[in-house]
């Protein structure tokens, strides 16, 4: 059980008034389209289905790891540019008392609201 809408604009009386939040899917996969395969020197390659031929070839293990890091901090930053939603979203969709408790929700929003010395 969550708090009331009463209860939530009592916490923070600015969001009582918030909009729906817009969910977004995240899909981090060098393999889509496509799979990896060990070739018979060891090495690792990619088959892309897309073009019906090899994409990548010669990979090392390390190599392909870094190939998925580097399609996940692509996709991070896509996230970050394109799809943020308002904060107002985080306050409205969170349930205090089902999975997180008044006291540290409340804490957990002091810290957001601090600035970091990173």
């Known amino acids: 059980m969550g ?3 009463h209860k939530k604009a009592a916490i923070r009386p600015e969001y009582s008034q918030r ?7 995240i899909k981090i996969s ?3 389209g496509g799979f990896i395969a060990r070739q018979p ?6 088959f892309s289905d897309t073009v019906g031929c ?7 293990d390390e190599e392909f790891i870094e190939l998925c890091a580097e399609k996940a901090r692509e996709d991070a930053r896509d996230v970050i540019k394109n799809h943020l939603q308002p904060f107002d979203c985080v306050l409205a969709e969170t349930e205090v008392g089902e ?8 804490q957990i929003l002091k810290e957001m609201n ?3 010395e990173d």
């Not at 909009?19 to 899917?25: G, S």
């Open 99 to 106: 999975n997180i408790e008044e006291d540290e929700w409340r």
């Open 19 to 25: 909009p729906a939040p817009i969910k977004v899917l």
């Open 54 to 60: 090899v994409s990548h070839y010669n990979l090392t």
């Open 3 to 5: 708090l009331t809408p």
């Open 41 to 46: 020197n060891g090495l690792l390659c990619r």
């Open 30 to 32: 060098v393999n889509m």
């Open 114 to 116: 601090e600035k970091r």
